[in-house]
């Protein structure tokens, strides 16, 4: 008999360690398996246990609910925390799991598990089709960065590989600091052979040898799994002088960040990757041209890479049927803040935000009604309910003064203050400048004073206009998109909730 507890760091946080310590107390001759989070949040630690009819989930369960579990499933009893098969719980079942397919079905570091539920058929598939096609593969599947810019992949890919050099680099981003956001993380505990074959394509596509994964200094479980991973990779011949058998090499490293929010941003990752203080580079060149160490540098999000072993092992077109207009794939969306049902969702790019929200989240966790949805970390746009419409792909959100972002989705009740919501962002913005450039070093302090100064009331039509006139100044004159987006929150609050910043405060 198996039971899966997992072993990602949300269901860790509530308690999972201790319920499969229980479990395995109780049931000497079961296999306790430690898999990552299936991704519904709110019933973890989510415990699935192995049926004639296949996996079945009960959550969120206790310590204290072991002995009862252990009894029910002892005579194919009933329990209150039973909640069906797991593939068909409605949240799973609507979902389309191109990217998260593996996450909380195998054991993370089991390798054997790995290839049995199709691990490698990318990596095999790119060796067959050779470097040239496999980029062009990544162009035609329409696959665009999921860090939050949206940039073409296949057009960093075309470039880095046309580049003449001794020496390029694969270097993924998982310095994930967006408020509510948490897609890098599962992914990379939950599934990290699927980024390292990931990389391992990109590098032998575009001509690197060496890869890095820079992970935030906040995430240690993932950077204990991704290093276990890469022994075992390396053990089995999936990475160094002779990846599978063949004459290729490419080999992956991880570094640690050092807590900086503006790394990142590509060109601060760089530096820091280099021994330096993470601050923005001024572009060009970019990257794809002279990155790390001056060489050519294929940068990309771990939710981008994560996609590239589908579009490998299917073909650009299966790839790209799904998604809306030029938003090809689907996206990992994460759903946080005040929603009753937070979690990951990974569907089709042009679903609405009404349906993230209300459908899958459940509506507000207080039951109060939903005031304001803010999308893509804490530069994206506050969006009203009458706005919910929204569909979820760069350019419908960007028509609505929006933007994706990383897929982050944080949901306010009525009870938030817009005021201070448009006030957090100048300081956050403050707190985490690199501090190169002027517009956002000083604009974001001066943000703070005229916010400030508006919700006590101080000749606030004057100090609403200069306001407008510094984001515009932030947006317009940055080095990069730390204090270029920061208007992007204090407009549209300013946009869509007027009415706080007008009010008389106590």
Request: aromatic share 6%; hydrophobic share 40%.
């Given at each position: ?249 490419f080999d992956v490293s991880v570094r640690v960040g050092a807590g900086s929010y503006v790394c990142g941003e590509e060109t601060a990752m760089l ?236």
């Amino acid at each position: 008999m198996r039971i899966w507890v997992p072993r990602d760091s949300a269901a860790r946080s509530v308690g999972a360690d201790d319920v499969a310590h229980a479990l395995t107390e109780s049931m000497p001759h079961a296999r306790v398996v430690r898999n990552g989070s299936r991704g519904l949040l709110w019933l973890e630690p989510l415990v699935e246990v192995e049926t004639p009819y296949g996996r079945v989930a009960y959550g969120p369960v206790t310590v204290d609910d072991v002995p009862s579990l252990v009894a029910a499933w002892s005579d194919a009893g009933a329990h209150p925390l039973r909640l069906g098969a797991t593939d068909e719980i409605p949240w799973l079942a609507r979902q389309q799991r191109l990217t998260f397919a593996r996450v909380g079905v195998i054991d993370p570091l089991d390798a054997d598990e790995y290839e049995a539920a199709g691990g490698l058929a990318g990596l095999h598939a790119c060796l067959a089709r050779g470097a040239q096609q496999m980029v062009e593969d990544v162009v035609a599947s329409g696959l665009r960065g999921r860090g939050g810019a949206g940039f073409p992949a296949g057009i960093k890919w075309r470039t880095v590989a046309a580049q003449d050099a001794d020496r390029k680099y694969v270097c993924v981003n998982a310095d994930e600091g967006d408020s509510g956001t948490f897609a890098d993380r599962m992914l990379m505990e939950g599934d990290p052979f699927l980024l390292l074959e990931g990389m391992t394509i990109a590098g032998l596509s575009v001509g690197a040898d060496q890869g890095v994964i820079y992970i935030r200094s906040e995430y240690p479980d993932a950077v204990s799994t991704m290093t276990q991973a890469l022994a075992i990779a390396r053990s089995r011949g999936w990475l160094g002088s002779n990846v599978l058998g063949s004459a290729a090499a490419f080999d992956v490293s991880v570094r640690v960040g050092a807590g900086s929010y503006v790394c990142g941003e590509e060109t601060a990752m760089l530096e820091s990757l280099e021994g330096g203080r993470g601050v923005v580079r001024a572009k060009p060149p970019v990257p794809a041209v002279s990155g790390l160490f001056g060489q050519p540098t294929l940068i990309s999000n771990v939710l981008t890479i994560a996609a590239v072993p589908y579009i490998a092992e299917h073909g650009p077109e299966a790839y790209a049927s799904f998604g809306a207009g030029r938003s090809r794939g689907t996206q990992v969306f994460q759903l946080a803040g005040n929603v009753r049902c937070g979690g990951i969702v990974e569907t089709a790019f042009g679903i609405t935000l009404e349906d993230l929200v209300i459908d899958f989240g459940g509506g507000t966790r207080t039951g109060r009604p939903v005031r304001a949805v803010q999308v893509g970390g804490p530069l994206g746009a506050y969006l009203p309910p009458e706005a919910m419409s929204v569909a979820m792909d760069y350019e419908s959100l960007s028509d609505a003064g929006a933007m994706l972002g990383h897929g982050g989705i944080v949901v306010f009740d009525d009870s938030v203050d817009m005021v201070e919501q448009a006030r957090f962002a100048m300081e956050f913005c403050s707190e985490e400048s690199c501090g190169k450039c002027t517009p956002c070093r000083i604009g974001s302090v001066r943000g703070v004073e005229v916010i400030d100064r508006i919700a006590r009331g101080e000749d606030r039509d004057a100090n609403t206009a200069l306001l407008v006139d510094l984001c515009e100044v932030m947006r317009d004159g940055s080095l990069c998109a730390m204090g270029g987006l920061t208007p992007m929150p204090v407009l549209s609050a300013l946009r869509d909730f007027s009415e706080d910043f007008t009010r008389e405060r106590t």
